[in-house]
């Protein structure tokens, strides 16, 4: 059983809004503030969209915001467009090292 | 601008050892850990160990513990990982990626490097 739970797939219509969540299956995942979202392409490497759960790195449009409750967190897309279409990993601490979710498939 | 710019793809038997490099530049190398990424065909990335540029400590991932050895060279800017006795599963690619502090932001990737392993 993963550490960090994500939907397999969800999709949505240009400019409408998203949100794929991340669960932890302890209270020892996501409990800190450490949770990052990645985005990938088809055969591109992770490009980090969000840090520390609600942060964004420059260069990432305002349209990508996180959240945290409890031990689930949250990735909000809003104004979907299609390059928006990838795959979405969010990632964690656990225990001295660092674990990923199983990826939610974002379609357009 | 940050770049980090890993080795090419290599072909490996089951039992042979791999190693990596990914060369860094637009930073101050010794400031930054560098981690070790992985990421079967279709899988979710998985998390091998980090080096610490400035002193050369490390960590490893338990499941990689004693086959996977991660080093530094700061005269060319350069973080390796090795890892030993291959297997089928480990066909992957690897990436190098920048932490910048220590919440788990990582925010420059090279480009990954494809191992396949197979006989």
């Known amino acids: 059983q993963s550490a960090l739970t994500q939907p397999a797939s969800v999709s949505g219509s240009p400019g409408q809004s998203i949100t794929i969540s991340c669960t932890g299956i302890?209270?020892?995942?996501?409990?800190?503030?450490?949770v990052s979202w990645y985005q990938q392409h088809p055969g591109k490497a992770p490009k980090l969209m969000i840090y520390?759960?609600?942060n964004r790195p420059s260069g990432v449009s305002y349209r990508f915001s996180g959240s945290k409750s409890g031990n689930t967190a949250s990735l909000t897309i809003s104004g979907l467009q299609a390059e928006d279409e990838a795959d979405y990993y969010c990632?964690?601490?656990?225990?001295?090292?660092?674990?990923f979710g199983g990826g939610t498939k974002l379609t357009v | 601008q940050v770049q980090l710019v890993q080795s090419g793809a290599e072909v490996k038997m089951p039992g042979a050892s791999v190693k990596v490099s990914c060369k860094a530049s637009?930073?101050?190398?010794?400031?930054?850990?560098i981690h070790w990424v992985r990421q079967a065909p279709g899988q979710r990335p998985e998390w091998l160990g980090w080096i610490d540029p400035s002193g050369g400590g490390t960590k490893y991932a338990q499941m990689f513990q004693g086959r996977v050895s991660l080093t530094r060279d700061t005269s060319i800017t350069t973080a390796y990982m090795e890892l030993s006795s291959l297997r089928s599963d480990d066909t992957a690619i690897y990436y190098c990626?920048?932490?910048?502090?220590?919440?788990?932001?990582?925010?420059?990737w090279g480009q990954g490097t494809l191992v396949p392993v197979s006989s």
């Open positions: 520390e759960v609600s």
């Open positions: 637009g930073y101050t190398f010794r400031d930054y850990y």
């Open positions: 302890s209270s020892d995942v996501v409990t800190y503030n450490f």
């Open positions: 990626t920048r932490e910048d502090g220590h919440s788990g932001k990582f925010d420059y």
């Open positions: 990632s964690s601490p656990l225990y001295n090292s660092w674990v």
